[in-house]
Every structure is written in C-alpha cells, then in structure tokens.
T-cell receptor
Framework: AQSVAQPEDQVNVAEGNPLTVKCTYS??????LFWYVQYPNRGLQFLLK??????LVKGSYGFEAEFNKSQTSFHLKKPSALVSDSALYFC???????????FGKGTKLSVKP | EAGVVQSPRYKIIEKKQPVAFWCNPI?????LYWYLQNLGQGPELLIR????????DSQLPKDRFSAERLKGVDSTLKIQPAELGDSAVYLC?????????????FGEGSRLTVL
C-alpha cells in the first residue's frame, strides 16, 4: 500500500533562514507526490507536485521540493522563510491510478521574526 | 471564480443526532471528494465521485454514513446517528479529471463536534 511519512510534528525556523519540511514515501511503481499547505481555519491549498522529469520542482509562494528516488524522499524547501509561511504542511502521494491522495499526518511550520 | 463551498462551517450536535454537510464544487469539476480530517492528522478519503457515480466509497462507514451527488454537481454527506468519535473536520474537494495527477481544490471544511 502507498504511504507517506512526515517524521517531524513541528519545524521551527527564524525568518530569513532556509527551511526544510521532510517527507518520505512508500509506493509500488512510479510515485506521484504532492505538497499542500493548510492555514488556520482554511482548506488545504496545493503547493506543488512531482509527476516525472526534473527532480527539483518549483511551486507556489517560493517553495520547491526535491524528489530523491534512492532515498524515497520528497522534502519541501524554501531558501528564505517568511513569518507568513507559518502553517500546517501535508505531503501526499497518489494511490496508483485511482485518483486518490494519501496524506501524511502533517508538519506544523512555525517561523519566528 | 468561486472556490469549493461547504456548509455549515461549524456544527455542534448531541450523539445519536443526525447531521448533514453540503458541498458545491468548482464549476466544471467532475470529480468530487469527501475527506475526514481528525485533529492532528492528515485528511483521509471517505468517498470519491466521478460526476454522479461513487467510484470509491471503500472507506465510507456505510452503517452510519451516506453521501449523494444526484445531478453530478453539489453533494451531501450525512451521518446518522452521530457518535462521539465522529467529531472531526469534513473536507470537500474537487478536481477536473479522473486522475488526481493534477490539483485538488479544497473547501474550508465543516467542523463537527459531537457531545
């Protein structure tokens, strides 16, 4: 069965510093991977996806993610964090060709001024 | 363009009472999803519709949960009777195609509290 793991419940970063939110996956076959962000009392918003091609994927709000097949990871990164980036971040994998997303438990990102 | 609209945003009921949630997807989106999000967890799929057909309801607890999307547009998720463990956020999402290798658009969710 497909799954994703987010090993950190919370990541704390100072504003202006680089940030990384970790995600590892377990799939049979080629993975379709996603990152979503959830601000307080809001729905999830799509950030970026990896389907195929370049291992470095660029997304919304200056975020990017690096697909690493040998390490089965898809870490979310940003070169310079903003206080407004503080939110809950979810990694997800598409379940086969079923069109369903399987989400990780989420990582709370806290960016302090 | 309007996003995915859900109502009510908040609902408090006593156990054994029924409750219903409504979702209007983005216009033109044929695929509609209902997800359950427990506190501190990621969303879990309850049911997925392609137009009016429920193509995946394997995770829907059918003894108490039901859903419909009669005209292939808006959808209703019902719980009857509600149990304490049903307290959660119910998220609706929509997308354009049958494969989710695109983007899901989520509503703001309906937060249910069962007392």
């Amino acid at each position: 069965a497909q799954s994703v793991a987010q090993p950190e419940d919370q990541v704390n970063v100072a504003e202006g510093n680089p940030l990384t939110v970790k995600c590892t996956y377990s799939v049979s076959g080629n993975p379709y991977l996603f990152w979503y962000v959830q601000y307080p009392n809001r729905g999830l918003q799509f950030l970026l996806k990896y389907i195929t091609g370049d291992n470095l994927v660029k997304g919304s709000y200056g975020f990017e993610a690096e697909f690493n097949k040998s390490q089965t990871s898809f870490h979310l990164k940003k070169p310079s964090a903003l206080v407004s980036d503080s939110a809950l971040y979810f990694c997800a994998v598409e379940e086969g060709s079923q069109g369903n997303l399987i989400f990780g438990k989420g990582t709370k990102l806290s960016v302090k001024p | 363009e309007a996003g995915v609209v859900q109502s009510p945003r908040y609902k408090i009921i006593e156990k054994k009472q029924p409750v219903a949630f409504w979702c209007n997807p983005i216009s033109g989106h044929n695929t509609l999803y209902w997800y359950l999000q427990n506190l501190g967890q990621g969303p879990e799929l309850l049911i997925r519709y392609e137009n009016e057909e429920a193509v995946d309801d394997s995770q829907l607890p059918k003894d108490r949960f039901s859903a419909e999307r009669l005209k292939g547009v808006d959808s209703t998720l019902k719980i009857q009777p509600a149990e304490l463990g049903d307290s959660a956020v119910y998220l609706c999402a929509s997308s354009t195609g049958t494969s989710v290798s695109g983007e899901l658009f989520f509503g703001e969710g309906s937060r249910l509290t069962v007392l």
